[in-house]
């Protein structure tokens, strides 16, 4: 049992790594490190399972600093705890360019971050599917191999965000009673008090939504230690309400928004040297402090070695399961199974739209890929993500593949990217191609960390029809494909479908959208080919009878619109061809020669995609004609649409004609 005396001294060397880092720095808020010191010394020398020596230990407990502009509470940690690549160069280096102390928690970054962290909730929407996962891989591999808890620390702005909202009902509602979050309730945010904009009553507000909640004295070890082992002891999510002083110790700033998000200045901390009796200089531990931290670190070390005798001792067919779904590689036989698919589409040609298809692809998937976790945001009968063998999973039944996100794009974006961390699943999710506006952040930062997460969106073009401008997508994929490292895939039929499903399962390092349609398509791939052409990004799929004078590149349901336009443009005596692009992003890899070759030299380039421009021009230039959407679009059927709006094959060829006389 640590001596409170001792207590308060670890609890410093946060609070002093803090503010000296941030102060070298000129930038950052040390205010949360110094207010949140002793919950996170509780946290980390009685309760959490980790090894610094171990870092991606599968059983470990996550602990995630939801509120990330406080990351240097979380490098101190991993500093004293003795994670090795978190060396004290690191935090003297604090948000310099080229280190691993970002201004906010990077995952990939250091050993330890188990999320990125910059956008206030994201952490804590994060956090709900890592404690999902925790209990879907608990219920396949049993309590021997996966029983950890997770451990959130949120600021006033993750409550106020409103994808918290999302995150705690969906939550509550899970009863995921191995969620434990710390609310650092000091009522400061950037601009003040928390009063200027908020009077919310937190604890009443979880409390509805399904959790435990209680208020406690944050800067009490023992209370913040009884909360805990209450909270372990729950059959809900607990959120535990700490109150804390901002910036606390620093004699002026403290308790203020001046402790927020700039450094304290030489004055004030020496005031906070003298306040908490801490003669040593910056960036210097003493060395009895740094060996009980050292000791702190490794006492997750028998509970580690215990759990690989556990794993060691398993049933051998098990323990490969288990350790294949974490080294996130996808079965052997995967390659076999989607090949097999393809020969079965091509022969039977389906026509049905490619939502329909993508239902079809993960009903084969998900019977090979048992890690696949799916779910939608209450349009599971629209987004088509349920199979058979992927039913509900409940707060009773953990050992299901189906969420029931409910009305919550947001909340289920980052819940996905939750699942994806968590290790050994790889989760999709699905809702309407506009709603993707909602579920954006959390694409975006999927993207920055380098995950595969996989946004399943339908409806994605005004081919959804009667639903109106409000509903139908115009200018979302020129906005996704705009987000570095996401493969955005608009398959033109059921056998694209299926090779760009086969393109995001094996995208362990790029999270990927598949824009699906609602209106059927012919299949256009009608002869076996064993190489997935989709992952080129674009490739030829009708060839010009003679030399090209026309090149019409096309993406999902305007393939079937781009050749019935090369038909009416080869029977004038144009030859015409056709390029599916189901992916500019994969296309841009290429080769320089592929891309020139696929491009290829016909005078005339044109584009169709029922969307914006926005994007096109580095294939058909500048002066290329496209034929798409400039505005918004409009109620009526798809059969009315599409006419009205100028995208059918007869216009794509008068437009192609009518350049080409010009010419």
């Not at 956008?119 to 804590?124: E, T």
């Not at 000091?186 to 604890?203: F, M, R």
């Not at 003669?279 to 997750?300: C, H, M, Q, V």
């Not at 939608?376 to 063998?389: C, I, P, V």
Request: hydrophobic fraction near 40%.
């Amino acid at each position: 049992m640590t001596s409170r005396e001792q207590h308060d001294r670890m609890a410093n060397a946060i609070r002093f790594l803090s503010m000296d880092a941030v102060e070298k720095a000129n930038s950052g808020h040390p205010g949360l490190p110094m207010g949140c010191a002793d919950i996170a010394t509780v946290l980390f020398t009685r309760f959490l399972k980790y090894d610094p020596k171990a870092p991606h230990w599968a059983d470990r407990d996550r602990f995630i600093l939801s509120a990330g502009h406080g990351s240097m509470l979380l490098y101190s940690l991993l500093h004293l705890t003795g994670y090795e690549d978190m060396t004290i160069d690191q935090i003297k280096h604090f948000r310099q360019l080229g280190s691993k102390t970002a201004g906010h928690p990077e995952y990939g970054h250091a050993t330890g971050i188990e999320t990125t962290t910059g956008p206030l909730g994201q952490g804590l929407a994060n956090s709900v599917g890592f404690a999902l996962g925790e209990r879907i891989m608990n219920a396949a591999f049993g309590n021997d191999l996966v029983d950890h808890y997770t451990y959130v620390l949120a600021g006033d702005g993750c409550l106020m965000e409103g994808v918290s909202q999302e995150a705690i009902a969906l939550a509550g509602h899970l009863k995921l009673n191995k969620l434990i979050v710390f609310w650092d309730n000091n009522d400061i945010s950037i601009d003040g008090p928390v009063s200027l904009s908020d009077n919310t009553d937190q604890v009443a507000r979880f409390q509805a939504s399904g959790w435990n909640a209680s208020h406690i004295d944050g800067t009490d070890p023992e209370a913040i230690a009884y909360a805990i082992e209450a909270a372990r002891h729950s059959d809900k999510p607990t959120m535990i309400a700490c109150k804390t002083t901002i910036g606390f110790g620093a004699p002026t700033k403290a308790g203020t928004n001046k402790a927020h998000g700039s450094p304290l200045g030489a004055d004030e901390i020496a005031g906070a040297r003298k306040f908490f009796n801490w003669d040593s200089p910056p960036f210097e531990i003493p060395a009895d402090i740094l060996d009980a931290w050292r000791t702190a670190g490794k006492a997750g070390v028998k509970a580690r070695t215990d759990w690989e005798g556990h794993l060691a001792k398993a049933d051998a067919k098990l323990k490969a399961e288990f350790e294949r779904r974490l080294s996130g590689k996808l079965p052997s036989n995967f390659d076999a199974v989607i090949a097999d698919y393809k020969k079965k589409l091509s022969a039977d040609k389906p026509k049905v739209a490619t939502r329909k298809s993508s239902e079809m692809a993960l009903e084969v998937i998900n019977g090979a890929v048992p890690e696949t976790i799916g779910g939608s945001a209450d349009l599971t009968g629209s987004n088509n993500t349920k199979t058979s063998q992927t039913k509900n999973i409940t707060s009773d039944d953990y050992g299901q593949r189906y969420v029931h996100y409910g009305i919550r794009e947001h909340g289920m974006a980052a819940a996905i990217n939750g699942l994806t961390l968590h290790g050994g699943l790889i989760a999709y999710g699905g809702t309407f191609m506009c709603f993707s506006d909602y579920a954006r952040p959390s694409m975006r930062l999927a993207s920055l960390m380098g995950i595969r997460s996989i946004f399943v969106m339908t409806h994605d073009s005004i081919g959804l029809g009667e639903d109106g401008p409000t509903h139908q997508p115009v200018e979302h994929l020129a906005a996704l494909r705009a987000i570095p490292n996401h493969n955005v895939f608009r398959p033109a039929d059921a056998v694209e479908t299926a090779e760009c499903w086969q393109i995001a399962l094996e995208s362990e390092k790029t999270p990927s959208t598949l824009a699906l349609t609602r209106q059927n398509l012919p299949t256009v791939r009608n002869e076996f080919v064993a190489k997935n052409l989709s992952s080129q990004g674009a490739y030829e799929l009708a060839a010009a009878s003679g030399e090209a004078a026309v090149t019409i590149f096309a993406t999902g349901s305007e393939v079937e619109i781009a050749l019935g336009a090369r038909d009416l443009l080869e029977k004038h005596g144009h030859p015409t061809r056709v390029v599916s692009v189901p992916c500019f992003e994969l296309f841009d890899q290429q080769s320089d020669d592929y891309r020139k070759k696929t491009i290829g030299n016909a005078p005339i380039k044109m584009a169709i995609e029922a969307g914006i421009r926005q994007g096109w021009d580095h294939l058909i230039g500048s002066d290329g004609i496209f034929v798409g959407m400039t505005g918004f679009g409009a109620s009526g059927t798809i059969e009315q649409l599409y006419p009205h709006f100028g995208i059918t094959a007869e216009a794509a060829a008068k437009a192609a004609e009518t350049r080409l006389h010009a010419k």
